[in-house]
């Protein structure tokens, strides 16, 4: 009786022991994408909208024509549409020739693809600007490029060039 109850004390103790000494995971990393780092400042009041499966925090891969995943573990830093927000103002802002009034972006994706084609990021969605005098001008989104290599920052990576490419078509439709 005596000896189990003293094989219970030890293996308790073992167990506690055992748990405290592993070391908690390190958190999962977090994206940026590069160009969310730029300041700019401009005329134009920017606004981005994002469909709601893009504001769940995690970066999202497209696996069918109806399958998406969203990552628990690849996840944004900051908001996805405060970064694209400050990125698109930046890129407006740099060019010259920006008019004042608002722009209004609506995303209906922004994400990785995995499918027979290969790997690619894609960007679609409709922007609309409002002058401060004159009519209102719109257009549509529709950007996709493979990604270079495997994994989730090349598809930061792709997505963030993506991005700049249309702040370049938006300012260039708005000269």
Same mark, same amino acid.
């Not at 219970?8 to 073992?14: H, K």
């Not at 000494?21 to 990393?29: D, E, I, M, R």
């Not at 996709?144 to 290599?149: C, D, S, Y």
């Given at each position: 009786?005596?000896?189990?109850?003293?094989?219970?004390?030890?293996?308790?103790?073992?167990?506690?022991?055992?748990?405290?000494?592993?070391?908690?995971?390190?958190?999962?990393?977090?994206?940026?994408?590069?160009s969310a780092a730029m300041s700019g400042h401009g005329a134009m009041a920017v606004q981005?909208?994002?469909?709601?499966?893009? @504001?769940? *925090?995690? &970066?999202?891969?497209? $696996? +069918?024509?109806?399958?998406?995943?969203?990552?628990? /573990?690849?996840?944004? #830093?900051?908001?996805?549409?405060?970064?694209?927000?400050?990125?698109?103002?930046?890129?407006?802002?740099?060019?010259?020739?920006? @008019?004042? *009034?608002? &722009?209004?972006?609506? $995303? +209906?994706?922004?994400?990785?693809?995995?499918?027979? /084609?290969?790997?690619? #990021?894609?960007?679609?969605?409709?922007?609309?600007?409002?002058?401060?005098?004159?009519?209102?001008?719109?257009?549509?989104?529709?950007?996709?490029?493979?990604?270079?290599?495997?994994?989730?920052?090349?598809?930061?990576?792709?997505?963030?060039?993506?991005?700049?490419?249309?702040?370049?078509?938006?300012?260039?439709?708005?000269?």
């Open positions: 009786m005596m000896n189990l109850k003293h094989l219970f004390v030890v293996c308790s103790l073992a167990i506690l022991l055992a748990a405290c000494a592993s070391a908690p995971s390190p958190p999962p990393p977090g994206y940026l994408l590069p981005v909208r994002l469909a709601g499966y893009l @504001e769940q *925090g995690g &970066l999202v891969l497209q $696996l +069918s024509k109806s399958e998406l995943h969203s990552a628990r /573990q690849h996840r944004w #830093a900051e908001s996805l549409a405060q970064q694209l927000q400050r990125g698109l103002h930046a890129h407006l802002g740099e060019q010259a020739g920006t @008019e004042k *009034g608002q &722009l209004l972006v609506r $995303l +209906s994706q922004f994400h990785g693809v995995r499918d027979a /084609q290969g790997d690619r #990021a894609v960007i679609r969605g409709a922007w609309q600007f409002q002058a401060a005098d004159g009519p209102p001008r719109q257009g549509t989104i529709d950007w996709h490029e493979p990604i270079a290599t495997d994994g989730y920052a090349a598809l930061v990576e792709s997505l963030d060039l993506g991005w700049r490419d249309v702040a370049r078509q938006i300012a260039s439709a708005l000269q």
